[in-house]
């Protein structure tokens, strides 16, 4: 996998298809020429599976028992975009134990598949920047030191250190991508969605925190792109690469923006009290995604925009 483009019609699967991130890079691999199976949990109407461009989809765990099928009816796979895993801080908080299977014990299978049935496909490992942990001011580099400041960011590393291990050992072809805060239309989830939540329910929100904490946002449609940009540069060295716009932003400024593109003058207040396992800062050093000519298409200020038109909008689907 050391070309600069995926080859046209490559048969490709995303685990964790299912969910927020994977919905979206499924279709923008099948919009590039890319062949897209699936697999994780959940129902898939016929209609809503053909929008989302997969021609196979399987309901079900990340197991010899499901991969098999899937290759023998599709071909070679050439690379698995490696989705599936826990989702959030707060679940990992909560039951920890839960958040270790979804996250490690998926990927030691999924690799341990590739070893024994498949070891020329590629695994594009998709992490978090939670693995860097609090300690860190101003961008981040792929080589910073980790320290995760929660259980799903210990949970994360651990699965890079499998991936590399699989890499070292038995020359799997790996590349861990590093997503910083991912957000768009289609997340039912965290910030975003607690605020339009709460403006549609009370006209105000009350946040935990201080409001000063700094993400690093990024479009969903441009963190599709990347991955897809990313998955020729697997190797058995299992380079690290990071998933942002190398731009900070205050949640208090979030707020305000989508306060602002809700309308009316919705409140919003902080508690001040820090949540757990929650970072002050996570800015990416996106140097090396802009050298390979990655460069996010969707402003923040737009992309916000959009997501509460998606919100409002969203009975209608």
């Known amino acids: ?31 590039n020429g890319a062949r897209v199976c699936g697999i994780g949990h959940g129902n898939w109407p016929a209609a809503e ?85 609090a300690a860190h001011r101003g961008p981040i580099a792929e080589s910073a030191r980790t320290e995760p400041y929660s259980p799903y960011g210990v949970h994360k590393l651990i699965m890079e250190m499998l991936c590399r291990s699989y890499a070292r050992e038995f020359g799997i072809a790996t590349l861990i991508l590093r997503l910083f805060s991912v957000y768009g239309e289609g997340l039912r989830k965290q910030l ?3 605020l339009c939540s709460a403006f549609e329910t009370r006209g105000a929100a009350t946040l935990g925190g201080s409001g000063e904490e700094l993400r690093d946002w990024i479009h969903v449609a441009d963190a599709a792109a990347l991955i897809r940009r990313a998955v020729p540069l697997a190797s058995a060295q299992a380079p690290v690469l990071n998933g942002g716009t190398g731009r900070g932003t205050a949640v208090a400024t979030i707020a305000r923006e989508v306060a602002s593109a809700w309308g009316g003058t919705p409140a919003v207040t902080f508690s001040g009290v ?44």
Do not use: K
């Open 1 to 31: 996998m050391n070309h600069t483009e995926l080859t046209a019609g490559a048969t490709l699967l995303v685990t964790g298809a299912h969910g927020f991130i994977g919905r979206h890079v499924c279709r923008h691999l099948a919009d």
């Open 49 to 133: 599976l053909t929008r989302s461009g997969l021609i196979h989809w399987v309901n079900g765990e990340i197991a010899a028992a499901n991969l098999d099928p899937i290759a023998a009816l599709h071909g070679p796979l050439a690379a698995v975009v490696h989705l599936a895993g826990g989702a959030t801080v707060g679940a990992s908080i909560s039951a920890p134990l839960e958040d270790f299977s979804r996250t490690c014990e998926t990927t030691g299978r999924l690799l341990e598949w590739i070893r024994l049935r498949s070891p020329h496909t590629a695994v594009v490992a998709i992490s978090s920047a939670a693995v860097y942990g």
């Open 274 to 317: 820090g949540r757990p396992g929650d970072p002050p800062s996570l800015i990416a050093d996106s140097g090396n995604a802009a050298a390979l000519g990655f460069e996010p298409q969707i402003a923040l200020q737009r992309g916000l925009r959009r997501y509460v038109e998606w919100f409002r909008s969203r009975g209608a689907e």
């Open 192 to 194: 975003l969605w607690d």
